[in-house]
T-cell receptor
């Protein structure tokens, strides 16, 4: 089983739609969680951190469920500019070692 | 702009050769990590350097090595290149501590390596 798995996608949604992505992780010792966004042929950029208490930034809401070992990203009122690949990131630190794992990414296309 | 610069932007090598990629971190950042991103895949963590020491490594063979310099810039070296090493190599800088970084990574635009 891969350490981090994401919805396969692609997701093609109309403008104004609500879309949700999930990401599961296998190592319960994982400590930090993030969503990154990557536009075509560009570098990844941090979208938001993910906490158990939830994290909201405008139209974007991220949630962590430690018991079920998954994180989610909800995008409301989708805009054309939201079209990108969304990558989840899981970080595990221990015994002087650091491991960071990206998911494969889920591609979102918002259609006019 | 993130302030993270990578060089070269593109390069072509042949199987068996060696390559060195360079990265200048964002001002104020003390940690640099490197990633390999194949087409259609997420970035794969290669390793991370904090204060000139490697403090984390992904599942990559020893022919992938690196350095971090006192000014926190970094190099990624790959020996004995294989066709499967063709990918985009991304460098990210962050603010770290002995226990790792806070996960807020600032990426350069990458170096695209083609191995023939």
């Amino acid at each position: 089983r891969k350490e981090v798995e994401q919805d396969p996608g692609p997701f093609n949604v109309p403008e104004g739609a609500t879309v949700a992505f999930n990401c599961t992780y296998s190592n319960s010792a994982s400590q930090s969680f993030f969503w990154y966004r990557q536009d075509c042929r560009k570098e990844p950029k941090l979208l938001m951190s993910v906490y158990s208490s939830g994290n909201e930034d405008g139209r974007f809401t991220a949630q962590l469920n430690r018991a079920s070992q998954y994180i989610s990203l909800l995008i409301r009122d989708s805009k054309l500019s939201d079209s990108a690949t969304y990558l989840c990131v899981v970080i595990r630190t221990g015994a002087g070692s650091y491991q960071l794992t990206f998911g494969k990414g889920t591609k979102l296309s918002v259609i006019p | 702009e993130t302030g993270v610069t990578q060089s070269p932007t593109h390069l072509i090598k042949t199987r068996g050769q060696q390559v060195t990629l360079r990265c200048s971190s964002q001002s104020g950042h003390n940690t640099v990590s490197w990633y390999q991103q194949a087409l259609g895949q997420g970035p794969q963590f290669i390793f991370q350097y904090y204060r000139e020491e490697e403090n984390g490594r992904g599942n990559f063979p020893p022919r992938f090595s690196g350095l971090q310099f006192p000014n926190y810039s970094s190099e990624l070296n790959v020996n004995a290149l294989e066709l499967d090493d063709s990918a985009l190599y991304l460098c990210a800088s962050s603010l770290g501590s002995d226990r790792g970084t806070n996960g807020e990574l600032f990426f350069g635009e990458g170096s695209r390596l083609t191995v023939l």
